[in-house]
């Protein structure tokens, strides 16, 4: 384990990986009551201002240490809500970090914006800027669930945003749907698909809802009784899938759907698509660089998390150090893993020869220990194994993170040790 990792062994100048960018904005106008993600709700610009300022530093540090030749292929505002930023902060945030990084000729540029709150302006600066796509939250139309997980979204702000982010020329767009909340039922999400499908956003990603009251406290103000039930949540899922798929998009796995020319849809077909801590992506091969409080690096084979409390945040960095709190690097054996568990969740199948000839091992072997944890998803007709492939089956790919499990490592005995995950279903 690597704790309190210093600049110089965690950043190298003689990598030529491309870059990945991603910027935490931590803050928020309102607590929505699902909300698993490291946020701070605050009125007060001055707590945004001073927090601006630090990031800055932050990526300046950063910056000095890594080769100007390498370009940036991806960039990402998360949060928290990187939109709550006035349009002002945007341009200035975005600005400073052009006049630092290079990028590639067609970059990935996105930002998860919330439409309670946008205005035209919030819009235009982003585009301004480069942003050229966008991630919107909806979770869900119905009014009763809105109002049960504290968020009051109306439909027509949510189309005022799109409209107004394809008349600015975002190439891109992505709504964030979830299944399982409060009072949702397989009638009224129904409804919510169908309003979606004519929006016609280019990706989808529809999450099962993390119900994890003993890690984000303020879940408990949502009553386990009020949720659907699993079996109700898997005839949910499986309405999506039906519906988003006869409307013409491919379900990637793990959540997402894209229509058939979208870069994600291709990557899978070709078998190069990839997943970090943003989720799928199509730029494999960058080493990503994460700024802001708790945000997450991964980059050569070693990973870094920074200081989760923006008090510790700041005192690292007024130390003129990087505010990296824990890290982790990889072994061998973590690097197998995470490529066999990759390529199934991206590819929804494994070629072993392949694995074999790539770490020069022998698979059964080498996974003597995980191959008998897939026998009960074979027998349920959601795994087909032959003597040099695993195949995920369409049905198999609604409990791919389950399937992947069984090849993790460390899954038992965290579970054991600390069960803090929520259910998959």
Same mark, same amino acid.
């Given at each position: 384990m690597i704790t309190k990792m210093q600049s110089l062994k965690i950043i190298s100048k003689n990598s030529t990986a491309d870059l990945s960018l991603?910027?935490?904005?931590?803050? =928020?106008?309102?607590? =929505?009551?699902? =909300?698993? =993600?490291?946020?701070?709700?605050t009125h007060r610009r001055e707590t945004i201002r001073k927090y601006l300022d630090y990031l800055e530093k932050e990526i300046d540090m950063v910056w000095k240490l890594i080769s100007p030749k390498r370009k940036v292929t991806q960039l990402h505002w998360g949060g928290g809500t990187p939109s709550y930023l006035n349009p002002d902060e945007i341009k200035e945030l975005g600005e400073f970090i052009n006049e630092r990084f290079q990028y590639v000729d067609d970059p990935e540029v996105g930002v998860e914006i919330d439409p309670r709150g946008l205005t035209y302006e919030h819009m235009k600066a982003f585009r301004e800027v480069g942003f050229n796509r966008i991630s919107m939250g909806v979770q869900d139309f119905d009014p009763k669930v809105q109002k049960a997980v504290n968020r009051i979204q109306p439909e027509e702000i949510t189309k005022q945003a799109i409209d107004w982010a394809r008349e600015l020329g975002f190439k891109?767009?992505?709504?964030?749907?979830?299944?399982?909340?409060?009072?949702?039922?397989?009638?009224?999400?129904? *409804?919510?698909?169908?309003?979606?499908?004519?929006?016609?956003?280019?990706?989808?990603?529809?999450?099962?809802?993390?119900?994890?009251?003993?890690?984000?406290?303020?879940?408990?103000?949502?009553k386990k009784e009020d949720l659907p039930a699993p079996e109700i949540k898997l005839q949910i899922l499986k309405m999506t899938i039906e519906k988003l798929t006869d409307a013409g998009?491919?379900?990637?796995?793990?959540?997402?759907?894209?229509?058939?020319?979208?870069?994600?849809?291709?990557?899978? *077909?070709?078998?190069?698509?990839?997943?970090?801590f943003q989720g799928y992506s199509t730029r494999a091969g960058a080493d990503l660089y994460a700024f802001g409080m708790s945000a997450i690096s991964q980059f050569q084979n070693i990973y870094a998390q920074n200081y989760k409390e923006l008090k510790d945040y700041y005192a690292r960095i007024d130390e003129g150090k990087l505010p990296t709190a824990i890290g982790y690097r990889m072994n061998q054996d973590d690097i197998i893993r995470k490529h066999v568990i990759m390529r199934l969740m991206c590819d929804m199948e494994l070629t072993k020869s392949e694995v074999e000839k790539k770490f020069n091992i022998n698979f059964d072997e080498y996974f003597a220990d995980s191959i008998p944890k897939l026998q009960e998803f074979i027998e349920d007709g959601l795994v087909e194994l032959t003597d040099d492939k695993i195949i995920v089956t369409l049905m198999g790919r609604l409990v791919i993170r389950n399937i992947a499990m069984c090849f993790d490592a460390y899954i038992e005995k965290m579970m054991r040790e600390k069960p803090i995950f929520s259910r998959t279903v």
């Open positions: 991603y910027f935490h904005i931590p803050f =928020c106008d309102t607590l =929505c009551y699902f =909300c698993g =993600c490291n946020m701070l709700v891109s767009i992505n709504l964030d749907l979830i299944y399982g909340l409060p009072f949702q039922t397989l009638e009224s999400f129904e *409804k919510t698909i169908d309003k979606v499908i004519e929006l016609s956003p280019e990706r989808l990603a529809v999450f099962n809802f993390a119900y994890v009251p003993w890690l984000k406290p303020h879940q408990r103000v949502i998009y491919i379900y990637i796995g793990m959540d997402h759907f894209a229509k058939p020319d979208d870069e994600l849809a291709i990557a899978q *077909k070709e078998k190069t698509l990839y997943r970090n």
